[in-house]
């Protein structure tokens, strides 16, 4: 959507495909990172944006293991500017805002109810998809080019010639709600049982739970028991223990498998694969969303000139993969080692990082050492490279009205 908007506002004719009927679905993060705050500032979306329900969120903790303490690896309230946080907004509401943004341009559709189902080729080059509407239609949508954001189960992952890599992943998640409280909590919180890690994303009068479970035990849980886990979950979280009995029955609670991997080339002539469906991230840290919206913006800028005229060669879409898989490599780089360090060992009921008192040293290196606690802080609200939006996109407000918070940008 992202990129549609950008793309539309650059005067080039965009079509979405979406194959639900809305973007009404809980199983998304709710993350929106400094990066993207800046960019909806550029775009003159900040005000818009600002009245959407939310939460703020300042720091990111791991939580190391039951009974101990959150290690924070990131603390956003040492960045200079007016975005020290991340806003928590439900994915939902913050797609809705941008596509009634690209419906103000005449290049823009968007068509819900319509799923891709493969791609048409003609002599080696991707030209556009057929799809298939929910009423059971079918069609076809040629295009100059065709840019897979369709997650991690992207069509263009059946190309052969794109190669998938695979990375292992300890955990799989389990998502569920439960009733919010005044006195709670607010924000992102996070806790560690027998076993299970978890994350609570407060979405105003209810949480919604994220509780990683190690990959592969799904059943083997279910089968021990709904009032185990609860009880388990109760100890975790003692405040919320009162309130788990809303979970009635294991269909309230949802597996989401966990993938960490990268296509090798992300492009053939006429297609280019941006987001999970390039490289699905796993949920660590809560910045795959970011990396997402940063390859929209860096494709936009890349290329919105090729488009208009009407020319996007292979080395076009090659210059989006150039730039983008360093950071990209990076960052799962980052999610690999939390895996491997953190969230592994705490789910075997073993302390992270080989020892307590390692994991220890480390946040006490992190928290004592302002430096030290600037560079998480800044890779989780901008990655690795920060990317600007095309000119013509950019809807910046009057020079003295600032950002939407009035402050400039760092
Ligand atoms: C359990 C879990 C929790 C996570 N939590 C966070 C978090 O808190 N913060 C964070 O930053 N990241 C999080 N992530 C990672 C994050 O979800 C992804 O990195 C991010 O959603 C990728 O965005 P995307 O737009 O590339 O793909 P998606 O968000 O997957 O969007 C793909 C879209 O394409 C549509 N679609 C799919 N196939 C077709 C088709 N054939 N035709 C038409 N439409 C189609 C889908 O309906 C969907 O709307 C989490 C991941 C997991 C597994």
């Known amino acids: 959507m992202v990129l549609a908007l950008l793309l539309a506002r650059a005067g080039i004719e965009v079509t979405v495909l979406e194959k639900h009927a809305d973007f009404l679905r809980d199983f998304r993060g709710d993350t929106v990172h400094p990066s993207t705050l800046a960019l909806l500032d550029d775009l003159g979306l900040a005000e818009r944006f600002a009245r959407l329900p939310q939460r703020r969120v300042r720091t990111v903790q791991l939580p190391v293991g039951p009974g101990r303490s959150a290690v924070t690896v990131a603390d956003l309230s040492v960045l200079p500017g007016p975005h020290n946080y991340v806003a928590m907004v439900p994915q939902w509401d913050l797609l809705d805002l941008l596509a009634d943004e690209a419906r103000r341009e005449p290049t823009f559709r968007l068509r819900t109810n319509t799923e891709a189902t493969s791609f048409l080729t003609e002599s080696g080059r991707v030209t556009g998809v057929r799809y298939r509407t929910s009423d059971g239609r079918t069609g076809e949508l040629r295009a100059l080019l065709t840019v897979a954001c369709d997650g991690r189960g992207s069509l263009a992952r059946s190309l052969p010639e794109l190669r998938l890599r695979r990375f ?3 955990m799989d998640a389990w998502w569920f709600r439960l009733p919010r409280q005044d006195g709670d909590p607010s924000g992102l919180v996070g806790g560690a049982g027998e076993g299970f890690l978890t994350a609570m994303i407060d979405r105003g009068d209810y949480w919604q739970c994220a509780a990683l479970i190690p990959k ?10 709904l009032d185990r886990f609860l009880a388990g979950y109760a100890a975790a979280v003692p405040w919320i223990a009162g309130r788990t009995h809303a979970l009635r029955s294991w269909d309230d609670v949802k597996l989401l498998d966990v993938h960490l991997d990268r296509l090798r080339r992300w492009h053939r002539p006429g297609l280019l694969c941006i987001g999970d469906a390039a490289h699905a991230m796993s949920p660590v840290f809560g910045i795959g969303i970011n990396l997402a919206v940063q390859d929209a913006v860096a494709a936009a800028r890349l290329l919105a000139g090729p488009l208009r005229r009407g ?7 090659r210059a989006v993969q150039r ?4 950071t990209t490599v990076a960052t799962q780089a980052l999610q690999r080692t939390a895996h491997a360090r953190f969230i592994a060992p705490v789910l075997r009921g073993r302390p992270p990082l080989g020892s307590a008192e390692r994991a220890r040293r480390v946040a006490g290196l ?3 050492s302002p430096r030290l606690r600037r560079l998480p802080a800044y890779f989780v609200a901008y990655g690795a490279l920060r990317e600007r939006p095309p000119a013509e996109a950019v809807r910046r407000p009057a020079p003295d009205a600032g950002t939407a918070t009035g402050a400039p940008h760092p």
Do not use: Q, S
């Open 216 to 225: 592969g035990t799904d059943a083997e849980r279910r089968a021990a028991g």
């Open 168 to 170: 292992g992943c300890p």
């Open 311 to 317: 020319t996007v060669g292979l080395r076009d879409v």
């Open 323 to 326: 730039r983008r898989r360093p």
């Open 366 to 368: 992190v928290a004592g």
